[in-house]
């Protein structure tokens, strides 16, 4: 959801607007779940969402799923303008920016994309598990632009250094 934020940038302006829905089956966190009173039948769970905007589109970057199942990840919606309608053509079946790996990537989420310093590069900023699954950890890849949509191809595991491309100043 997305509301209008006053010059404070804490009073809420408006009505609040639905940006995005849960829409698919790997975006369900468990099945017949008691909560709130009552037993949904499938508990299904967006979150962490980040929006960007490239050329004259609206990229919202999501969390989708249970974090603990491989078919966790990252999806992403497209809009023409910030407060939607978004739709996402390419996670139907999986999440399609980033998704665990297992015995690599446990629970990639929570991401940031941000523009490298020579204006061009993007990168995904996310967290995923450690293999203990006792601490969350930084990890920073980059972000390939493709007909499918943004994709991740090489996630993070362990530390190491990247290179950062510069700018032309």
Avoid at 152 to 166: D, F, T
Wanted: proline share 7%.
């Amino acid at each position: 959801a997305m509301v209008r934020l006053a010059d404070d940038m804490m009073t809420p302006v408006g009505p609040v607007t639905t940006v995005l829905r849960a829409f698919a089956d790997w975006q369900i966190y468990e099945r017949n779940r008691p909560l709130y009173d009552k037993t949904w039948d499938a508990w299904h769970t967006i979150e962490g969402a980040a929006v960007i905007h490239k050329d004259g589109k609206y990229y919202c970057f999501y969390s989708g799923g249970n974090w603990q199942t491989p078919g966790y990840g990252v999806g992403c919606a497209v809009a023409d303008h910030v407060l939607g309608p978004y739709v996402d053509v390419h996670s139907r079946e999986a999440a399609s920016v980033l998704k665990s790996i297992p015995g690599k990537l446990i629970g990639p989420g929570h991401n940031s994309v941000i523009l490298g310093p020579d204006g061009q590069t993007y990168f995904i900023v996310y967290h995923s598990w450690n293999d203990d699954r006792s601490a969350r950890q930084i990890c920073m890849d980059p972000l390939v632009w493709t007909e499918q949509g943004p994709k991740a191809y090489q996630p993070s595991r362990g530390r190491k250094q990247v290179q950062l491309p510069l700018g032309g100043d």
